[in-house]
């Protein structure tokens, strides 16, 4: 099931026509949580409220799955009103199962809501994000002054 619901997300959304180029978010993701990886990081903590969230949290999983990151740590971070819904509004069955499974996967769940995120970003080591350049969210985080990368930019 955890394959399946994982191969049926991708098809799903890789088939959807839109300016979203899952693909191309998966293969940099892949390269800068390796590339980090590489470097010494070994905990990840990604907001499964988002997209592009749930991507970098599956491509964690596939890489220590895979024992090309074996020791990587996933922390899971869930917005506080979960307990009401177990998934982001509007989203449909494929990212339900996909998101269910990597809660399953995730080695800690950690309650935050995604603004409170950004505003941690002094306790984390590197940021990996999908924001517009122009965007609020991407000037606290290059005002933070911690190493980043905007996926966004590579695609």
């Known amino acids: 099931r955890t394959r399946s619901a994982r191969s ?33 990081y070994r905990t990840f903590l990604c907001d499964m409220n988002t997209y592009i969230g749930l991507l970098a949290a599956d491509t964690a999983i596939m890489l220590r799955e895979s024992d090309k990151c074996p020791d990587i740590c996933l922390v899971a971070v869930i917005p506080p009103d979960s307990h009401l819904a177990s998934h982001p509004a509007g989203v449909d069955n494929l990212y339900r199962a996909l998101y269910d499974d990597l809660l399953v996967k995730a080695d800690t769940k950690e309650v935050c809501t995604s603004k409170d995120f950004l505003k941690r970003l002094p306790g984390y080591g590197h940021v990996i994000c999908c924001f517009d350049e122009q965007s609020k969210e991407m000037e606290t985080i290059r005002n933070s002054g911690k190493p980043y990368v905007s996926i966004l930019t590579r695609i």
């Open 8 to 40: 049926s997300a991708r098809r799903k959304f890789c088939s959807t026509p839109t300016y979203f180029r899952e693909d191309k978010i998966r293969m940099e993701l892949y390269r800068y949580i390796y590339a980090i990886y590489n470097e010494g």
